[in-house]
């Protein structure tokens, strides 16, 4: 996705925003909430720790019921899911002369396109590609 092209859109708790699909109106509210682990591994009932708890809850008109549940809300994960994959950050797993290895965002402005290969090779992985993607390998 071009990067002027990208939007970040925030609520706070318990603010809401109106979508409309297909002419019927979705109302979405942030709901934020703190939540006790209740986990201090000694017994006791809690170690005070806190996760924060983020959802969103969406509203609609009971005649948008049949819309929402198969059109509407199949069309907003397939969406974020998109984004997601799109989003998704390269990494590598990197140690320090330990045990524990640590993951690390690989940022690197190289492309298959400008990767330095032999381009009949090049050509193979490619014609490769589509014959996996058609279903033919």
């Not at 002027?4 to 934020?32: N, P, Q, S």
Request: with cysteine; hydrophobic share 35%; charged share 30%.
């Amino acid at each position: 996705m071009d990067e002027d092209l990208k939007m970040t859109v925030a609520l706070a708790d318990g603010e809401e925003m109106a979508d409309v699909y297909d002419g019927a109106e979705f109302r979405w509210c942030h709901i934020y909430r703190r939540v006790p682990t209740g986990d201090s591994g000694d017994g006791g009932g809690g170690n005070g720790k806190q996760l924060e708890a983020h959802s969103f809850e969406v509203t609609f008109h009971k005649k948008h019921k049949e819309k929402a549940l198969n059109e509407y809300l199949p069309f907003i994960v397939a969406t974020a899911k998109a984004m997601r994959q799109q989003e998704r950050a390269l990494q590598i797993h990197m140690n320090e002369g330990s045990d524990v290895w640590s993951p690390m965002d690989l940022h690197h402005p190289s492309t298959f396109d400008t990767l330095a290969m032999d381009p009949k090779l090049k050509q193979s992985i490619v014609d490769d590609q589509v014959r996996q993607e058609k279903g033919l390998l």
